[in-house]
T-cell receptor
Framework: DQQVKQNSPSLSVQEGRISILNCDYT??????FLWYKKYPAEGPTFLIS?????DKNEDGRFTVFLNKSAKHLSLHIVPSQPGDSAVYFC???????????FGQGTRLTINP | GAGVSQSPSNKVTEKGKDVELRCDPI?????LYWYRQSLGQGLEFLIY????????KSGLPSDRFSAERTGGSVSTLTIQRTQQEDSAVYLC?????????????FGPGTRLTVT
């Protein structure tokens, strides 16, 4: 039972353009969501999060959008840079429960 | 300050042997988590420690897997009688339990290969 799904295993975007990574979830109990970025041979690093009381959170070039009715969130990166090439994981959790449920990841490649 | 560290970085073992994986969390972090990532898969939750509370073992795939956390700091994940399907990257994370903050900080992982 995959509660958090990232349906695109890979995405290729030209440098300077917008990258949009998508994530769907099935458990309506999830009330906070995070995006992590992972380089090869390194652990995931936290990027940005959003609580279910919001529908948007922005941090520099990164914006996360949450659509609770559709159980969908997305990460927008603009403008995309070569250093953004990595695997991106979305994760969801329930406040008070601490453990996170991760999606399968999307490999983003930024082309010069 | 120092991040989460894990050792060894790579481990190759024969099927049927036991292995121990170590995690040193960030100093002061009260919560510690183990996940694993199999090839082409997302991160799968294994176990969670919080202070002196009983650990949440709900993600352990079988009774061959166990973990302990000594003195509220270092943790060891033990896999007994390893099987080939145990091959994965085992990731440890730690966090502060602070209201409205749910970020977990990950170590670089231990790549386990069972031959």
């Amino acid at each position: 039972d995959q509660q958090v799904k990232q349906n695109s295993p890979s995405l290729s975007v030209q440098e300077g353009r917008i990258s949009i990574l998508n994530c769907d979830y099935t458990n309506s109990m999830f009330d906070y969501f995070l995006w992590y970025k992972k380089y090869p041979a390194e652990g995931p690093t936290f990027l940005i999060s959003i609580s279910s009381i919001k529908d948007k959170n922005e941090d520099g070039r990164f914006t996360v959008f949450l659509n609770k009715s559709a159980k969908h969130l997305s990460l927008h990166i603009v403008p995309s840079q070569p250093g953004d090439s990595a695997v991106y994981f979305c994760a969801a959790g329930i406040q008070g429960a601490q453990k996170l449920v991760f999606g399968q990841g999307t490999r983003l490649t930024i082309n010069p | 300050g120092a991040g989460v560290s894990q050792s060894p970085s790579n481990k190759v073992t024969e099927k049927g042997k036991d292995v121990e994986l170590r995690c040193d969390p960030i100093s002061g972090h009260t919560a510690l988590y183990w996940y694993r990532q199999s090839l082409g898969q997302g991160l799968e939750f294994l176990i969670y420690f919080q202070g002196n509370s009983a650990p949440d073992k709900s993600g352990l795939p079988s009774d061959r897997f166990s973990a302990e956390r000594t003195g509220g700091s270092v943790s060891t994940l033990t896999i007994q009688r390893t099987q080939q399907e145990d091959s994965a990257v085992y990731l440890c994370a730690s966090s502060l339990i602070v209201r409205q903050t749910y970020e977990q900080y990950f170590g670089p992982g231990t790549r386990l290969t069972v031959t």
